[in-house]
């Protein structure tokens, strides 16, 4: 059976595409006859190009009994019946992933439909470019984009052209989820010299049988490189997939310093496969690693950087080095007053938060959330989790997630004016998290 290779991380995946409904037609639910469709065909396929072979009969047989052993709802939704398929296997087999998607149609099934989105409308994910004072390039690249089209290239080749009179360039990959390996390497190729060079090899799997292949650099681009300037990478607990094998690559070849958190440890590529009409399945049928040292990314473990903070510390921690490195190859006294003048205004750019010790009250954990306080600002993660979300409060002891997307806190007091517990609001739903270990 063909599939379609991604490189992408389950947590973040997106997908649009023409319903096959009406807004006035209901979904049909999901009946036992299409659970066991869908199940079979997940073993199946598990079976025959899970990349790690000698456990791909473990990880089926587990799945099956799990399943066998479920009081399904014969009204359950698809969207919820996929849901709970995912969670499975990633909890099984450890694997970010493993993913059961519902695609409401046949048309949207295919990698490329499910990824569509991917490409001019967002700019092949380059969201935004500017100058920080120092002459300091800044990109905000949100993922690679799914397929190698010349529009990509060209994309990533004007912003390079742009920034050839940068004295540093900072690439900020904090959320990036990845995308596709070989726009990783078009792009990591600007931060080395001009050469072709086997920068990663990939083990892959497919039915049935192994291969290995390499992933190369670009001895010839059409903008100038910046291996000769200062680049720092940042990274947090969203940076999956290709964004971490571009931060690995980074540390290898010495291209580059890392700024931020660890990644999120999502190392193997995948493969999507049709599961019937409404239903696909990612496959982890690969993964890459460096040639060099024979180290790939172990699924959870995520890469470290060499400048550990906050993930909303990190453009200012990385700004901040990247005019000390300047200033430090500046020989001409006159600059290097300039620079030190730059160096100290700067940091009125990144306000730290007024420290409130309110705010570190509320900081623990609290059953599977965790708050933390750092610089006067709260901080949400969930367990399992290695994404930290910024608190932005919105009404007495009341703070939401500042992406906007939920979910809504409210912090609780005890008779003694201690914070003890939370009420987490999502979706329509309240649930209420006693303190279990104060921070």
Same mark, same amino acid.
């Given at each position: 059976?063909?599939?379609?290779?991604?490189?992408?991380?389950?947590?973040?995946?997106?997908?649009?595409?023409?319903?096959?409904?009406?807004?006035?037609?209901? &979904?049909?639910?999901?009946?036992?006859?299409?659970?066991?469709? $869908?199940?079979?065909? &997940?073993?199946?396929?598990?079976?025959?190009?899970?990349?790690?072979?000698?456990?791909?009969?473990?990880?089926?047989?587990?799945?099956?009994?799990?399943?066998?052993?479920?009081?399904?709802?014969?009204?359950?939704?698809?969207?919820?019946?996929?849901?709970?398929?995912?969670?499975?296997?990633?909890?099984?087999?450890?694997?970010?992933?493993? =993913?059961?998607?519902?695609?409401?149609?046949?048309?949207?099934?295919?990698?490329?439909?499910?990824?569509?989105?991917?490409?001019?409308?967002?700019?092949?994910? &380059?969201?935004?470019?500017?100058?920080?004072? /120092?002459? &300091?390039?800044?990109?905000?690249?949100?993922? =690679?984009?799914?397929?190698?089209?010349?529009?990509?290239?060209?994309?990533?080749?004007?912003?390079?052209?742009?920034?050839?009179?940068?004295?540093?360039?900072?690439?900020?990959?904090?959320?990036?989820?990845?995308?596709?390996?070989?726009? *990783?390497?078009?792009? =990591?190729?600007?931060?080395?010299?001009?050469?072709?060079?086997?920068?990663?090899?990939?083990?892959?799997?497919?039915?049935?049988?192994?291969?290995?292949?390499?992933?190369?650099?670009?001895?010839?681009?059409?903008?100038?490189?910046?291996?000769?300037?200062?680049?720092?990478?940042?990274?947090? *607990?969203?940076?999956?997939? #290709?964004?971490?094998?571009?931060?690995?690559?980074?540390?290898?070849?010495?291209?580059?310093?890392?700024?931020?958190?660890?990644?999120?440890?999502?190392?193997?590529?995948?493969?999507? =496969?049709?599961? /019937?009409?409404?239903?696909?399945?990612?496959?982890?049928? *690969?993964?890459?690693?460096?040639?060099?040292?024979?180290? *790939?990314?172990?699924?959870?473990?995520?890469?470290?950087?060499?400048?550990?903070?906050?993930?909303?510390?990190?453009?200012?921690?990385?700004?901040?080095?990247?005019?000390?490195?300047?200033?430090?190859?500046?020989?001409?006294?006159?600059?290097?007053?300039?620079?030190?003048?730059?160096?100290?205004?700067?940091?009125?750019?990144?306000?730290? /938060?007024?420290?409130?010790?309110?705010?570190?009250?509320?900081?623990?954990?609290?059953?599977?959330?965790?708050?933390?306080?750092?610089?006067?600002?709260?901080?949400?993660?969930?367990?399992?989790?290695?994404?930290?979300?910024?608190?932005?409060?919105?009404?007495?002891?009341?703070?939401?997630?500042?992406?906007?997307?939920?979910?809504?806190?409210?912090?609780?007091?005890?008779?003694?004016?201690?914070?003890?517990?939370?009420? $987490?609001?999502?979706?329509? #739903?309240?649930?209420?998290?006693?303190?279990?270990?104060?921070?």
């Amino acid at each position: 059976m063909k599939s379609n290779n991604v490189y992408f991380l389950l947590c973040f995946i997106l997908v649009t595409g023409e319903p096959a409904f009406s807004q006035n037609e209901m &979904i049909k639910p999901v009946d036992h006859r299409e659970m066991k469709a $869908v199940a079979d065909s &997940i073993i199946s396929l598990i079976r025959m190009n899970y990349l790690f072979s000698e456990k791909s009969d473990s990880i089926a047989i587990s799945f099956m009994s799990w399943f066998s052993k479920q009081s399904w709802s014969d009204t359950i939704g698809p969207a919820d019946f996929a849901n709970a398929l995912s969670q499975q296997l990633v909890r099984q087999s450890g694997d970010l992933h493993f =993913f059961v998607q519902y695609a409401a149609s046949k048309k949207s099934q295919g990698a490329l439909q499910v990824f569509g989105w991917l490409g001019k409308d967002y700019n092949y994910g &380059i969201a935004k470019t500017e100058w920080l004072p /120092g002459q &300091i390039g800044y990109i905000d690249y949100r993922f =690679f984009n799914f397929t190698m089209m010349p529009e990509a290239k060209q994309a990533i080749d004007q912003v390079m052209q742009s920034f050839s009179a940068a004295r540093a360039v900072i690439i900020d990959l904090r959320d990036n989820p990845g995308g596709d390996g070989e726009m *990783g390497a078009y792009f =990591f190729s600007y931060l080395i010299p001009e050469d072709s060079v086997v920068l990663l090899s990939n083990i892959n799997r497919s039915a049935g049988i192994s291969s290995t292949s390499q992933l190369y650099s670009y001895k010839y681009l059409p903008s100038p490189r910046i291996n000769n300037m200062p680049v720092y990478v940042l990274t947090d *607990g969203g940076t999956g997939s #290709t964004s971490e094998l571009f931060s690995i690559l980074c540390r290898t070849n010495k291209a580059a310093h890392l700024v931020g958190e660890a990644t999120a440890g999502g190392g193997h590529n995948m493969s999507v =496969f049709p599961l /019937g009409e409404r239903f696909t399945i990612g496959i982890p049928t *690969g993964r890459y690693y460096d040639p060099k040292t024979g180290k *790939g990314i172990q699924e959870s473990d995520g890469v470290h950087p060499d400048t550990e903070c906050d993930q909303e510390d990190a453009l200012a921690i990385a700004h901040q080095l990247a005019l000390k490195e300047i200033t430090a190859k500046t020989t001409d006294t006159t600059e290097k007053k300039k620079l030190d003048y730059l160096l100290k205004t700067t940091k009125a750019l990144y306000p730290s /938060g007024i420290y409130d010790d309110h705010m570190k009250d509320k900081a623990g954990i609290y059953g599977t959330v965790t708050i933390s306080c750092s610089n006067g600002r709260l901080f949400y993660q969930r367990s399992g989790r290695k994404a930290k979300k910024l608190l932005i409060q919105t009404g007495p002891e009341e703070y939401g997630v500042n992406t906007g997307e939920g979910p809504l806190l409210r912090f609780e007091k005890d008779a003694q004016g201690n914070y003890d517990k939370i009420a $987490v609001q999502y979706s329509g #739903t309240s649930r209420i998290y006693p303190l279990t270990k104060k921070s």
